[in-house]
């Protein structure tokens, strides 16, 4: 697929310039990031995101964030932009539902370093939420072989499983996620769809452009066993796995005041895929919560459990087997 754009945009070039197709794209004209009632424009460039797209440098006013518990997504990098309008803030009054300006947009890029034999970070999708008069809104740019443009993929679009290698190296999948998928993950609760900027996520550097003050998270009296746990399950399961109103399986929770209630000595949900006790304090092995997460992707699984998350992941997080090992064990 990669391939067969970059195939276009040669063809293309022959005939006439084309906006995506520039050896090292920039910006001209004007940006949709500043008229998001304007349809989406066609190539990443014509947003206004990125000032430069082969460096990732963000464009006038988008600001560079990272969540402290980030998801984990198959090893990729990630780079995540906000673009506020001009004076606007994030109000903060209901700690819970965060509302975020019409006009605001967020981007997050995904980058490997060293595929297919080339050095630094090679992008494959950026990733858009942004907020119209009329609600929230998804989109996806596929990256091009160069590094250079990305190209928006139609409303609707579905699961694709590209293939990709290091430099000489066996082929791995990397899944471009259909638009329902970002659904599943990001509108699992209720409230706003942004999910790595709230009261328990809060990236340090968008701390001027909130309202008000953030709520800490409950570290205290907590072991470091248990903290990196909770870290680990605030970034990569509590957007579904809440307590409150939303999904098929909200009211089991992992939020940090609800993790250990839940989970110590409780058995699954009736409807689970797996019957089991949820953590065995001092027995990973025997816990369901660590079953899901890290022996369901082991090569030949057989026993009921679905792999959790049950989306997002083509290559398994080594950190996740170490750290509910470690926080298992010490109970
Ligand atoms: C497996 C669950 C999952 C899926 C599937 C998923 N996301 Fe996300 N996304 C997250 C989480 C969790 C965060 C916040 C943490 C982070 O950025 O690492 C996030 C962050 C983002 C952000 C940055 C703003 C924010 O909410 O923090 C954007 C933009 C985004 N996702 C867009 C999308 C789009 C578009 C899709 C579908 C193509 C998608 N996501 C699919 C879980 C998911
Ligand atoms: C996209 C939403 C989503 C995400 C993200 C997600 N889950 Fe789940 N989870 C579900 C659903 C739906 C079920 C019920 C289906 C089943 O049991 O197989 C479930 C079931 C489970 C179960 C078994 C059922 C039970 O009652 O205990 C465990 C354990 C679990 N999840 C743990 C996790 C952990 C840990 C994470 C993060 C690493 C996670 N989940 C992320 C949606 C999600």
Same mark, same amino acid.
């Given at each position: #697929? ?6 276009l ?5 022959l ?9 090292d ?6 940006r949709?990031?500043?008229d998001?009632e ?18 990732f440098? !963000? ?7 990272q %969540?402290p518990?980030?998801?984990?997504s ?10 506020? !309008?001009?004076?606007?803030?994030i109000?903060t $009054?209901?700690?819970?539902?965060w ?14 370093? $060293? ?26 740019y ?16 579905p ?44 990236p ?8 008000? %003050?953030?709520?800490?998270?409950? +570290? &205290?009296?907590?072991t ?15 957007h ?15 939020? %940090?005041? /609800?993790l ?8 699954t &949900?009736?409807?689970?895929?797996? $019957?089991?006790i949820?953590?065995? !304090?001092?027995? +990973? ?13 082991e ?8 792999? #959790? !998350?049950?989306?997002?992941? /083509? ?14 064990e010490?109970?």
């Amino acid at each position: #697929m990669a391939r067969a754009f970059a195939l276009l945009c040669t063809l293309a070039l022959l005939a006439a310039p084309l906006a995506g197709c520039d050896d090292d794209a920039e910006p001209a004209g004007p940006r949709w990031i500043d008229d998001v009632e304007a349809p989406l424009p066609d190539w990443l460039s014509e947003t206004g995101l990125y000032g430069r797209m082969a460096t990732f440098t !963000p464009g006038d006013g988008v600001r560079a964030y990272q %969540p402290p518990h980030p998801l984990w997504s198959s090893g990729t990098q990630k780079d995540r932009l906000l673009f506020l !309008p001009a004076g606007a803030t994030i109000a903060t $009054d209901d700690p819970w539902a965060w509302d975020f300006p019409v006009g605001t947009v967020l981007a997050k890029t995904f980058a490997y370093s $060293d595929i297919e034999g080339r050095q630094g970070a090679v992008a494959m999708e950026t990733r858009l939420l942004y907020r119209r008069a009329g609600g929230w809104g998804y989109a996806q740019y596929h990256w091009n072989v160069e590094g250079t443009e990305a190209r928006r993929r139609d409303a609707d679009w579905p699961e694709e499983v590209l293939e990709l290698h290091y430099a000489g190296d066996l082929a791995f999948p990397y899944t471009l996620p259909g638009e329902i998928d970002c659904k599943s993950c990001h509108e699992a609760r209720e409230g706003p769809p942004v999910l790595g900027i709230s009261n328990r996520n809060l990236p340090e550097e968008l701390g001027n452009v909130l309202t008000g %003050p953030a709520q800490a998270l409950p +570290a &205290e009296g907590r072991t470091p066993e248990e903290t990196a746990a909770m870290q680990y399950l605030l970034g990569n399961c509590v957007h579904c796995h809440h307590g409150g109103e939303g999904n098929d399986n909200a009211t089991y929770s992992l939020l %940090p005041a /609800d993790l250990v209630a839940h989970t110590v000595n409780q058995p699954t &949900e009736s409807s689970a895929s797996g $019957d089991g006790i949820r953590v065995v !304090p001092g027995d +990973a092995e025997g816990s369901a919560l660590f079953e899901a997460v890290v022996r369901t992707r082991e090569p030949g699984y057989r026993g009921q459990f679905k792999p #959790m !998350p049950p989306l997002g992941i /083509d290559q398994v997080d080594p950190e996740a087997a170490r750290i509910l090992r470690a926080w298992i064990e010490s109970l």
